[in-house]
DNA sequence: TTTTTGCATATTGTATACCATCATACAAAA
DNA sequence: TTTTGTATGATGGTATACAATATGCAAAAA
């Protein structure tokens, strides 16, 4: 019986994608130090697939490599992080408002469904989870309007801001704003109203960076406690 | 007598910068396979380095890679280029207009020279440097409005369609257009008039982008004639 | 003739060993 | 206190080896 017709992962991508996960779900710090030997030890391969991994990521801006240095966790400043939510800005009401001209029913469902799923989530406390059910709410609609090149864009953007994402929707208040902010951009989806759909959603960004942006002062001010 | 102060750089870097050269500037053609003790030979360079290269360019989305099968240069079709052109124009735009908000008259000043060069520079069919003389109008336009991320973006995505681009500064009857269209930009933003920017901008890629379409059919003609 | 099978070859994925150079931290000397 | 060595460890880069996979081509079968 074949039980998988899949193409088996390269060693490669498998430690790409722990790697990744590890950086932008906050396991390794930013600015910490990354020692290609110790990164071999822990994901049990040699230092050939390492080496190429860290090039992804620094093509990704997940890490910087600095010559003869080695590569560390990249770190973010205000006007990056502000950057990248006004881009997302963009990107996404640009997507939504595809979205609403053209949206069929069923595609209507599929995100009523997501932001059920994400309120729950959030009263859960279930971090991880609200984060795929986002990330899959907004790649339903970059798909209907066959938006990949920036869906790719944006999920890129969300890698670099990973570490901050997790805490802005664990933030406090957020456990109830951000799902009505999602079912506000459906709302105006369900009646193919492009322009309130896009406002809709700088709406949220814009809260979801004031809230970022606050959380990447306070890691500075347990420096300065301690 | 230090004639250098700056860090060497590594083999990787540069054997990367050649690689990207040799396929925006369209010397890989689009499809072809690309062979790694091949490319050792040609850059004078390991195995190991060209393989960090690649990881790399794929990341940058200049090649395709399926395990097992190699690395090829990525092709584009119709539709990624019509969504690479969208994206470009909502960020240019964007940063056009910050920079209409707030541009010094050295800034201006530095815009209209290379509005001069690039004219100039198209006159006498010099294309290559028509490119490197637009990208630094650009350049300066993103720097005023220090929207650095938005930057890298844009360079990412020229990058992919950069074969494209070189035919369509030099298409037909465009020695007069793009240079007129950089011209009524930089008024706009002399005049500090955000709107009027945004939308040259916006007309200008308009422009670029049905040469570029058209262009992306015609070789699959000159297959069908040989 | 056309299609299928099977094999030889080329290429990739991965590991390992090696070395020169560079960075860092720490000890010794000024 | 500042400077200078110096030891240690990490990186940039090379070479080599080998299994697994892909590809092209020839032989066999239909």
Redesign the interface.
Known sequence: MLTSLE?PK?LK?TSLERLREAITMGYFLPGERLVERTLCEQLGVSR?VI???I??L????LITVV?NAGPSVATLNP??VQ??Y??RT??ES?AIASCAAIASETTVATLEAYCDKIARSLLDHDIKQALVDTRMFYHTIFSEG?????W??VER?NGRIGQLRAVTLSSKGRSTAGPRNLRAITAAIKQQDPDTAAEACAKHLQQAMTIALNELQKPKEDVLDG
């Open positions: 193409r390269t991508e050939t080496r190429e991994c090039q992804h620094e093509s990704e801006q010559p006007h990056e950057e990248i006004e881009i963009m990107l640009a066959e938006k990949w090149v920036a790719d864009l953007l």
